[in-house]
């Protein structure tokens, strides 16, 4: 009886995983199809479609500009979610939570909401479609996290060493680039490569914010609606494979300073 | 008396309608050791936080070698602080660590290398200068936050319950250190603790506090047998309270009426009406008084109580309530017996408040 809820219960978690990965494993098996339809039977390997994806200017254009979408908007993020979280550590009372209550709420909104807003707003604002939009958009959506991670580190702890740091003669610029961005520097760098994720595969907001320059996940789709094609297949391999790296970046950064504390 | 190296002028402190300081005067000396005792809520951190610059008082004034510093931020002040929890900075070595505010200073980098290895060895700490913070124990860490604050030769050094995290060994060694260190580099120290003690063996002055006022300062020992009110004689290790009248008084001798019976003190500057006399357990004695003690009445024996070092007993009197005790192990006490109870004048305190 043991040995058969035990099968039961492999069987289930294989079924899980599959749910969750089959689609992704499809994905990347038939990026390498040889054929020009990404259907069973697999014909390939083949590097075929990633040639022809790194010889398409308009996907390498697109691709550079997700990264540099990504990197600037992320980086403007971080460092705003820094200062606010710096700011909010300090206030104490009903302002304070207010404040705080009020930069982390947009996590609830959905990007389809903040992307219509930002339509709207940038069309009375004269701000045309472009990837400044974009990357402000982007900036929108990834500061309230950056600020809720940012300010769950600003412990006492940090509060006392500033204190030290301000009682030995630092300035208040010293203090924070030589004592509070280095003590949250694993903070910061999760922030950042976690603002540099979602930001990388974000598509609804880069669609209602661009019109002729525009980012992969949009390209992508731009080419799905043309129908199956395993150049499809290979971006998206090469997207996936991206976003499993700064993943992978994230976590070290994150446990790394867990073990660092242990 | 040299000039003070702080004097604290009328120094209140309100957080919104709480006031945690009441109208504080004091004058620190130079090479004084201060330490502030008190219990949690006694406002004893806010004062240092105060004379640290990190809080500015309600009202009042702090002048620091005779300069208005009340407004000053740390950074500018002859301060600093060693902090409870030593803060540290992580991220840097031990060496970058005591050289930080040489650095913050200007000072060049060879020199404050050499000051930094210089400070630290002056704490007993040689072989550390590249470590990180993590790397020592808790006790390394502690020197290494005194070397810090002494590296820039403040004029006052803070200390917050600086031996608050360490286990009680390591508490009564490094505690030794910390005065020797003090007498050497002969600053004035300001040290916040709850441990009395510790209180004790470090003070050159002996503040205690109790809800944002000094209510008892002097030496140590002064403040441990005469208490001068009643919050510090007992909160300060273990005394018995009997609560007195006096009498009569002619020239300096006044006469007291207790429940358990009068006796005489020679006490100048005492006044007419009710008094409290305090007696450490460690100071009364059983029997005839000989001559020279002074009998305070007499009881039964309640309890006695093998402690290793001394023989607790407690004296019931009855209308006086209990007497405590710390006799001799080899002084013979029987239970049920009636005892007479003495003391030497100089160990009778006597508080009129």
Redesign the interface.
């Known amino acids: 009886m043991k040995r058969f809820l035990d099968l039961i219960a492999g069987l289930y978690a294989l079924v899980a995983y599959g749910f969750i990965y089959l689609p992704i494993v499809v994905l990347v098996l038939f990026s390498f199809q040889a054929s020009r339809f990404p259907l069973p039977p697999f014909t390939g390997p083949s590097l075929r479609w990633y040639g022809e994806v790194l010889g398409d200017s308009k996907f390498t254009g697109a691709m550079v500009n997700s990264v540099v979408v990504g990197v600037v908007s992320s980086a403007v993020a971080v460092l705003l979610g820094f200062l606010a979280a710096y700011g909010c550590a300090r206030m104490r009372g009903r302002l304070g939570g207010a404040i705080r209550a009020l930069l982390i709420a947009p996590l609830s909104v959905s990007y389809l909401i903040i992307g219509m807003g930002l339509v709207v707003l940038f069309n009375w604002a004269g701000v045309p479609k472009s990837l400044l939009a974009v990357g402000i958009g982007h900036v929108v959506i990834n500061l309230p996290l950056c600020f809720a991670i940012l300010y769950s580190q600003m412990s006492d702890?940090i509060i006392?060493?500033e204190?030290?740091?301000?009682?030995?003669?630092?300035?208040e610029w010293?203090v924070l680039s030589l004592?509070v961005a280095?003590?949250l520097?694993p903070a910061l760098l999760a922030s950042f490569v976690l603002s540099l994720t979602l930001s990388w595969d974000e598509f609804l907001i880069a669609f209602l914010l661009t019109r002729f320059e525009t980012t992969l996940p949009v390209e992508i789709w731009t080419l799905l609606r043309s129908g199956l094609n395993p150049k499809a297949n290979a971006i998206g391999a090469v997207v996936f494979g991206v976003s499993i790296l700064m993943v992978v970046l994230a976590e070290l950064a994150i446990f790394g300073k867990g073990k660092?504390k242990s | 008396m040299s000039a003070p190296v702080v004097s604290i002028r009328n120094l209140s402190h309100a957080f919104g309608a709480l006031t945690v300081l009441h109208e504080l005067s004091l004058d620190i000396q130079p090479g004084e050791y201060v330490v502030l005792l008190g219990p949690s809520g006694s406002g004893k951190t806010t004062l240092l936080s105060i004379l640290?610059?990190?809080l500015q008082p309600t009202n009042g004034a702090v002048l620091i070698d005779g300069r208005d510093c009340t407004h000053m931020?740390?950074?500018?002040r002859p301060?600093?602080?060693v902090?409870q929890?030593y803060?540290?900075?992580?991220?840097m070595s031990v060496g970058a660590n005591v050289a930080?505010?040489l650095r913050?200073?200007g000072v060049a980098k060879a020199e404050r290398q050499r000051l930094a290895r210089e400070t630290l060895a002056l704490v007993g700490l040689k072989q550390v200068l590249d470590k990180r913070p993590?790397q020592l124990s808790g006790g390394q860490r502690q020197r290494v936050a005194l070397a810090?604050?002494l590296v820039?030769k403040p004029r006052l050094l803070l200390l917050d319950e600086p031996l608050g995290a360490l286990d009680l060994g390591l508490r009564r060694q490094m505690q030794e250190e910390l005065k020797a260190i003090q007498k050497r580099v002969g600053t004035a120290f300001v040290h916040v603790t709850h441990d009395q003690e510790e209180a004790m063996a470090l003070a050159d002055l002996l503040l205690v506090m109790q809800d944002g006022r000094i209510v008892d300062q002097g030496n140590p020992e002064r403040v441990y047998t005469q208490p001068s009110t009643r919050f510090s004689a007992t909160f300060m290790g273990e005394n018995t309270l009997i609560d007195a009248e006096v009498t009569e008084i002619s020239g300096t001798t006044a006469t007291l009426r207790t429940a358990l019976g009068t006796l005489a003190l020679d006490r100048p500057g005492i006044r007419k009406g009710k008094a409290t006399l305090t007696v450490r357990p460690e100071n009364l004695r059983l029997g005839t008084a000989p001559s020279g003690r002074v009998s305070l009445g007499s009881g039964e024996v309640a309890e006695s109580v093998f402690q290793g070092s001394y023989r607790k007993a407690v004296v019931r009197t009855g209308s006086g309530g209990d007497i405590l005790l710390k006799l001799p192990v080899d002084m013979p006490v029987r239970i049920g017996e009636r005892v007479e109870v003495h003391a030497e004048p100089r160990h009778i305190g006597l508080l009129q408040e």
């Open positions: 702890n006392r060493l204190q030290a740091a301000r009682d030995l003669g630092a300035r010293q004592v280095p003590v520097w660092k | 640290g610059g990190f931020p740390p950074a500018k301060t600093t602080t902090f929890d803060a540290l900075f992580p991220h930080f505010g913050m200073n993590h810090r604050a820039m």
